[in-house]
């Protein structure tokens, strides 16, 4: 047993104590009082989006999962020729966003209708408040909070418009903060009885990789690809039987692109 398999115990069973007592409140690795940094990291969020998905926002329906403590990210897309915007979260977190939040980012990226950015809160994976359709999904660092991806897939699928556009960000490394850099896939060392029973609580990370969100996808009827973000630069035979031999460990942060079926057979490889 290694000094990484007990450390990462360690710092899991005292991150569940606290997620289960405290609940889910710290999305971001910085305050949410640095609005500086909010308005960066929002404005990098959608960039990757944008560069990631090849796409333009404009005349765009769009959805978003999972927007964490405010809906900056909505403001950007709205400024860059959105037709609307509404955002889904299972916590209110966005509705503790703060006035001078807004007057900031509307100082740095131009006049938007805060009224135009709606916020409902939803029952995951089901989603089942949502009833209107989108021509844009996105997440960002959310996917990987969500415990049954095939389910939400089959519910997203339902929402999204004829040539609608899925572009979800998922960062499948450890999110604890000492562990993240030093041991990405720290979460994969652990059996499934250890993690479920020790290291698990509501939004914990689900642990699934690259081809795991591409077969739910294709379950759920859509077409598919994955485009590969940070990677790991070496082997790591740490991981628990279950994650042995998988080609696709070693992609640490990556975006899924989905659309309905359109025959492109581009859109059906990893
Ligand atoms: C890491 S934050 C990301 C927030 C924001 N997208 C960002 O980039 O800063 C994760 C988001 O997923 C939501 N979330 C966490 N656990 C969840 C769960 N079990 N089911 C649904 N959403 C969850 C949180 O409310 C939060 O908005």
Redesign the pocket.
């Known amino acids: 047993m290694s000094l990484y398999y007990l450390i990462g115990l360690l710092f899991g069973v005292v991150n569940t104590i606290r997620h289960r007592v405290r609940g889910?409140r710290t999305?971001?690795p910085f305050d949410d009082s640095d609005i500086d940094r909010a308005i960066a990291?929002d404005e990098s969020?959608v960039d990757r989006w944008a560069a990631r998905g090849d796409l333009s926002f404009i005349g765009m329906k769009i959805l978003e999962?999972?927007?964490?403590p405010d809906l900056g990210t909505g403001a950007i897309m709205l400024r860059r020729g959105a037709a609307s915007y509404a955002a889904a979260?299972?916590?209110p977190?966005a509705e503790a966003a703060s006035e001078e939040f807004y007057a900031r980012l509307s100082e740095k990226i131009g006049e938007f209708d805060r009224e135009a950015l709606s916020f409902t809160l939803v029952s995951?994976p089901d989603l089942h408040e949502l009833s209107e359709k989108f021509d844009l999904v996105v997440?960002?660092?959310?996917l990987e909070?969500?415990?049954d991806i095939p389910s939400l897939f089959v519910a997203l699928s339902h929402l999204l418009a004829d040539n609608g556009i899925m572009c979800h960000h998922v960062d499948a490394k450890t999110h604890m903060r000492w562990l993240r850099d030093r041991d990405p896939l720290n979460i994969l060392r652990y059996s499934d009885t250890i993690y479920d029973r020790l290291l698990s609580f509501?939004?914990a990370p689900n642990r699934l990789r690259a081809g795991d969100y591409v077969d739910a996808a294709h379950r759920a009827g859509l077409d598919t690809r994955i485009v590969p973000g940070r990677k790991l630069d070496r082997s790591y035979p740490h991981v628990t039987a279950r994650f042995r031999n998988r080609e696709d460990l070693d992609l640490l942060t990556f975006t899924v692109i989905c659309s309905q079926p359109s025959g492109d057979p581009e859109m059906k490889v990893i």
């Not at 999962?65 to 964490?68: N, R, S």
């Not at 997440?139 to 959310?142: E, I, R, V």
Request: proline content about 13%.
């Open positions: 889910y999305p971001r990291h969020v999962l999972g927007p964490g979260d299972l916590f977190l995951f997440s960002n660092a959310t909070h969500i415990a509501p939004g």
